[in-house]
């Protein structure tokens, strides 16, 4: 995949551009302190975004900011997304401020077809459902982003939840969220399958109070359980996935 989309990222990036002062040069922001480097690995199929000091006619080390999965089946709009994520992440690293716009109250919540529906979109759902306050979070995330890219919505928000769920939940909180999954697992295509199990891992990811916990959730469905398994080794090795839903530190 050609890097085509690189011009289009920068350009979403105009006003933190502009409130720096940055000048421009191929994939190159600098002003008299800093110097920000976007690029794209062919590898992991990630664009990535580093910041230096600038002293003088000396650029420091870069210190990735934030990381984006970015696949050859991505469009222009996802190249919008990132632009919007790379300003954000260059804003709290600079301390500039920008006006955040009202989120729009008429941006609709996920809802799920009539009969039996186990996709992503009824997946949000459930999600939204048993956490309430990502309700909010969802709308901001449509009305930031104009589409929602649900990678990286959850594991902004929901990834977290689910580590202090797992943390500090009762039992009859895990068993509740478990008997959601259970059916999203058990009933879902490829790709919510696919995300349930991936949600998990990053819930757990280098924290095994809740490995433990999610084991002992899982100690009952042996198929489950082996999913979880068996992919918690691939999820640590897998950077585009560990980008995607492991956001903050945890």
Same mark, same amino acid.
């Given at each position: 995949?050609?890097?085509?989309?690189?011009?289009?990222?920068?350009?979403?990036?105009?006003?933190?551009?502009?409130?720096?002062?940055?000048?421009?040069?191929?994939?190159?922001?600098?002003?008299?302190?800093?110097?920000?480097?976007?690029?794209?690995?062919?590898?992991?199929?990630?664009?990535?975004?580093?910041? %230096?000091?600038?002293?003088?006619? $000396? *650029?420091? !080390?870069? +210190?990735?900011?934030?990381?984006? &999965?970015? @696949?050859?089946?991505?469009?222009?709009?996802?190249?919008?997304?990132?632009?919007?994520?790379?300003?954000? %992440?260059?804003?709290?690293?600079? $301390? *500039?401020? !920008?006006? +955040?716009?009202?989120?729009?109250? &008429?941006? @609709?919540?996920?809802?799920?077809?009539?009969?039996?529906?186990?996709?992503?979109?009824?997946?949000?759902?459930?999600?939204?459902?048993?956490?309430?306050?990502?309700?909010?979070?969802?709308?901001?995330?449509?009305?930031?982003?104009?589409?929602?890219?649900?990678?990286?919505?959850?594991?902004?928000?929901?990834?977290?939840?689910?580590?202090?769920?797992?943390?500090?939940?009762?039992?009859?909180?895990?068993?509740?969220?478990?008997?959601?999954?259970?059916?999203?697992?058990?009933?879902?295509?490829?790709?919510?399958?696919?995300?349930?199990?991936?949600?998990?891992?990053?819930?757990?990811?280098?924290?095994?109070?809740?490995?433990?916990?999610?084991?002992?959730?899982?100690?009952?469905?042996?198929?489950?359980?082996?999913?979880?398994?068996?992919?918690?080794?691939?999820?640590?090795?897998?950077?585009?996935?560990?980008?995607?839903?492991?956001?903050?530190?945890?």
């Amino acid at each position: 995949m050609e890097n085509k989309y690189l011009e289009q990222i920068i350009d979403e990036m105009k006003g933190i551009i502009k409130d720096a002062d940055l000048k421009v040069e191929d994939n190159i922001l600098k002003n008299d302190t800093k110097s920000i480097k976007i690029e794209r690995s062919e590898e992991t199929k990630l664009y990535t975004i580093a910041i %230096a000091d600038v002293d003088g006619e $000396n *650029i420091g !080390e870069y +210190k990735q900011i934030s990381a984006w &999965l970015f @696949d050859d089946n991505q469009t222009a709009k996802d190249a919008v997304a990132v632009g919007i994520d790379f300003s954000d %992440a260059l804003r709290k690293e600079l $301390n *500039i401020a !920008e006006q +955040k716009p009202v989120v729009n109250s &008429l941006i @609709d919540l996920p809802t799920a077809k009539k009969g039996s529906d186990s996709g992503i979109n009824a997946l949000t759902k459930k999600m939204l459902d048993i956490f309430p306050a990502l309700k909010e979070e969802y709308k901001a995330h449509v009305a930031h982003y104009g589409n929602f890219l649900y990678l990286n919505f959850f594991g902004e928000h929901l990834v977290p939840r689910l580590v202090r769920l797992f943390e500090e939940g009762t039992s009859k909180q895990i068993k509740k969220f478990y008997n959601t999954i259970l059916d999203f697992y058990v009933e879902g295509d490829n790709d919510t399958i696919n995300t349930v199990v991936a949600l998990l891992a990053a819930a757990a990811y280098n924290n095994d109070a809740v490995t433990q916990k999610i084991r002992d959730m899982l100690a009952d469905n042996n198929h489950f359980l082996n999913s979880f398994n068996n992919f918690l080794p691939a999820f640590a090795k897998n950077k585009k996935l560990v980008a995607a839903l492991i956001k903050k530190e945890m």
